[in-house]
């Protein structure tokens, strides 16, 4: 073995670091490619975070999926416990032996064994290491813990060269390589392995707020590129290691102006007709008991009957509830389950803190790949961390979900019955379109007014309406302007009564008055008759009498020309009489 | 061998190649055995660059390490064992006399 302890300079003198791929989900993205190869990282943090995980299924990963296999030296572990433990993983560790795409090593040191007199080196830990890594042509390494040579071997000046030494000797082997180390006082490791690796430094965290624990990665330092320097939530399941870089930096997400019906189509008239615009975001708020729920439950109902896959996720309620609840509003939701378009995910918000809440919806969208989502309520994810926790939790899952075109509606309680400034998480600003339920109370009682406070590209409606929840699903009503004011509830319905009646009233006077006049018109024209009558008689009266007058007259004229006429013939007579007397005398 | 007359040490000196240190383990070892051992041991001599695959069965880190593989327990010295007390402690041949 070559003692040659001289730095060489950088086995790679590429322009670019050469990055591999490491396979664990979202760490890649994180590291935007990966670790750096040929180099060695350090993955540290504190007991029970997560390093060794993270190291094995880096070279399992390497093993599998990119066809680098690699080498574990396991300082802690023996091969066997290694094993049996990432077993529950998914992880054979076994097969992969005998398929030699990994090798473990075991390097078992106990300080009662072991006597140190004078000088030596770990050429014997190098050999092994390099026979290791021989056997298998590997490309990757794993050192977990490397730290305990420390508690073996006692010359810690012998230890921290050699150690220098190893880093060295596993670059120029050309293997990339995840040493752990665990997290010490003041310093990154117990021992200060940060100070011989200088590439690339990865903290895990497992921190715990309100009795809540959060994994979290951290790229310390990752020299020569650029990194996210954020701290990432991370979730360890079934399938191993789940990093989310969830803050996108770019507000460049693909946008649609297609648009989706609510499912309440009295709600699609007040935005332009046609509902929400696909991949937008909306937010139902309201005080407790207006709603929201049915809202959000009728808004999956449509996209169901739209097959459009649509994913619930519930934090108050659990799914059998819900669709017994939505039954009752003439909703069947459990038709859509049965067809595999409708997946309900509940839990507590308190099962684990936000930011696995948030690695865990991602998971599911990614296998469900819903069109829509559902989030009832955020609010009870506020007990879980800070306001602002919470609405950056928000901002990444609408970021996310946006990327996919995921059309999300969220429900939100109000506390206090201040609807107008914000909501009480302060996503208001984050989303797209946002819908306030509101209790009304007035008359002695409560009814539910509806009002749309924004939609991002929509001429919508500034009314007021009121919100029915009926036994067929939900409805929105005109409100009832009336000279007292706007009305709802049983006094729009008393005023429309009232109003029903005085027509009513109004238009069986106006018959009344009708029929008088009626009465009135033909009393008249009876009357008009009898004076018609009277006036006949009359002049039939006068009539007559001029008749007879001309009777009388004509009566008396022939009379009179008689009398004429017997004066004349007398006088004519006597002459005619005489003449003919003369004649007859003759 | 010779017949059994006391206990048997069977020593390994694990090295890696010819160097110093090595020669001064395996110079000191010698000197031990014959002083304390005469006729009593066995020393083989395994270097690990010809023969790699030998240093994970007695999980050999360092280098030198003298293995003590019978009699029992199995005690590992590392080092140039330049210190001849610690030696004879770590190879029992000597009970440490002031622990």
Not at chain 1, 40 to 56: D, F, N, W, Y
Not at chain 1, 104 to 132: N, P
Not at chain 1, 408 to 429: C, R, Y
Not at chain 2, 78 to 87: A, F, H, R, W, Y
Request: net charge positive; charged share 30%.
């Amino acid at each position: 073995m070559s003692k040659s302890t001289k730095k060489t300079p950088s086995t790679k003198v590429n322009k670019y670091l050469r990055k591999s791929l490491s396979g664990i989900a979202g760490l890649d993205e994180i590291t935007l490619g990966g670790l750096p190869t040929a180099r060695p990282t350090l993955v540290c943090g504190g007991p029970g975070c997560g390093k060794t995980l993270m190291a094995i299924e880096f070279i399992v990963r390497g093993a599998l999926e990119y066809d680098e296999p690699g080498v574990i030296m396991a300082f802690e572990e023996k091969a066997e416990e290694l094993a049996a433990n990432v077993t529950s993983l998914g992880f054979n560790l076994d097969k992969l032996q005998k398929d030699k795409k990994v090798r473990i090593d075991y390097v078992h040191i106990d300080k009662s064994e072991i006597e140190e007199t004078g000088e030596y080196d770990l050429d014997g830990l190098f050999i092994r290491l390099g026979h290791a890594i021989d056997s298998i042509g590997a490309k990757r390494v794993a050192l977990d813990t490397i730290e305990n040579l420390f508690a073996g071997l006692s010359n810690e000046g012998i230890l921290r060269s050699e150690i220098r030494r190893l880093f060295q000797y596993l670059k120029d082997k050309g293997v990339t390589t995840i040493i752990t180390g665990e997290k010490g006082e003041n310093t990154l490791t117990r021992q200060g392995l940060e100070e011989y690796v200088s590439d690339c430094v990865i903290l895990l965290e497992h921190r715990i707020s309100n009795q809540i624990s959060t994994r979290l990665l951290r790229v310390v330092k990752y020299r020569g590129t650029v990194h996210g320097t954020n701290e990432y939530p991370f979730l360890i399941d079934k399938d191993g290691i789940t990093v989310l870089p969830i803050t996108s930096l770019e507000l460049n997400s693909v946008v649609s102006s297609e648009k989706i019906p609510s499912g309440i189509p009295t709600l699609d008239a007040m935005l332009e007709g046609d509902g929400f615009f696909r991949g937008s975001s909306v937010l139902v708020s309201g005080t407790a008991g207006t709603g929201k729920t049915s809202i959000a439950a009728t808004f999956a109902d449509a996209s169901c009957k739209r097959k459009d896959r649509c994913l619930f996720l519930a934090f108050e309620e659990s799914p059998e509830q819900i669709i017994r609840n939505m039954g009752s509003i003439g909703m069947n939701l459990r038709e859509h389950v049965d067809n595999g378009l409708l997946k309900f995910h509940a839990s507590r918000p308190t099962i684990h803190g936000l930011e696995m809440h948030l690695v865990e919806i991602h998971k599911i969208i990614e296998r469900f790949k819903p069109r829509i989502v559902i989030l009832d309520p955020i609010t009870n994810l506020i007990t879980i961390g800070s306001m602002s926790e919470v609405k950056s939790m928000l901002i990444r899952l609408i970021d996310f979900l946006q990327r996919k075109q995921i059309t999300v509606l969220f429900t939100a309680l109000n506390l206090n019955n201040n609807t107008s400034a914000q909501t009480d998480e302060g996503v208001s600003s984050l989303v797209d379109a946002w819908i306030s339920v509101r209790d009304i109370e007035s008359n002695g009682e409560r009814n539910k007014g509806l009002y749309i406070m924004k939609s991002r590209g929509m001429r919508h409606s500034n009314q007021i309406r009121e919100f029915l929840i009926t036994d067929t699903g939900l409805e929105l009503v005109d409100v009832y302007p009336s000279t007292e004011g706007v009305l709802i509830g049983s006094a729009r319905e008393a005023h429309q009564l009232a109003e029903a009646t005085g027509a009513e009233l109004r238009s069986f006077a106006q018959s009344r008055r009708e029929r008088e006049v009626h009465r009135k018109k033909s009393v008249l024209e009876a009357k008009i008759a009898t004076l018609q009558d009277e006036f006949e008689s009359l002049q039939e009266e006068l009539s007559r009498t001029q008749d007879e007058e001309d009777m009388k007259k004509q009566i008396m004229e022939k009379n009179r020309t008689e009398m004429i006429n017997k004066r004349h013939l007398d006088g004519k007579s006597q002459k005619r009489v005489s003449s003919k007397q003369h004649r007859s005398k003759k | 061998m010779k017949k059994v007359r006391k206990k048997k040490y069977e020593l390994r000196l694990y090295i890696a190649g010819n160097t110093s240190k090595s020669v001064a383990a395996l110079k000191n070892l010698k000197r031990y055995c014959e002083e304390h051992l005469k006729d009593q041991y066995s020393i083989e001599i395994i270097d690990l660059l010809l023969n790699p695959q030998l240093a994970e069965g007695d999980q050999i880190l360092a280098v030198p390490t003298l293995v003590k593989k019978v009699p029992a327990p199995v005690r590992k010295i590392i080092g140039d064992l330049s210190n001849e007390e610690k030696v004879l402690v770590g190879l029992d041949i000597r009970p440490a006399t002031v622990k």
